[in-house]
């Protein structure tokens, strides 16, 4: 009946469940990161300033969510360098280039989580991230990452699909800015999309 098992760590169960707030809280969090790579943010065809500007936030929310007891899941867009997708997009996280590497920030952290690579917009299509949530069983899962229009919204509509309970914290993830794709627009579409019509906590 959820008392303390003899010889259970109480340092380690308070730490655990203790939220953001200093509140208990004994749901278990896995929160996913999307795409926060070196293709993205710092060199190659698609890599931008705008969308490393979440990184240093981003970082520092993984650290102290670790801590806490989260697991973290870092999705990683890889392609191979005859890729579909690249009928649409420049190439770009060909595998091997270094652009399919998440950024030198989070690499501890992406070392102490779940790596899941994957070829298309969702972090479900064809990959292990369904199995790796599976086995977590969350109570909740946050999102976090580039691009919000995109491999975001994606892969919190398969979250949704899935009945799990979602968060999107709308100061850590990011789209980019380019002719015919306002990023301001799109991320405002992209989050009110998520919140109203997919039933994501926006937040
Ligand atoms: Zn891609």
Known sequence: MGGARPGQDVMT?????????GVMDDRRKVIIVVDL?????????????????VTPRVAAYLERERVAGAELVFLVDTHAPDDPEFAMFPPHCVEGSGEDEVVPELRDLAARGH?????HFSGFHDTRLDEVLR???????EVVGVCTDICVLHTVAGLRDRGYAVVVRRDMVETYDAPGHDAEEQG?????HMRDILGAHVT
């Open 135 to 141: 086995a977590l069983r969350p109570d909740v899962v």
């Open 13 to 21: 169960v308070s730490a655990a469940q203790r939220g953001e707030h």
């Open 37 to 53: 790579l070196v293709g993205f943010c710092r060199r190659g065809a698609l890599a931008s300033p705008r969308l490393d500007s």
């Open 188 to 192: 405002r579409f992209a989050l009110a």
């Open 115 to 119: 790596v899941v690579r994957k070829r």
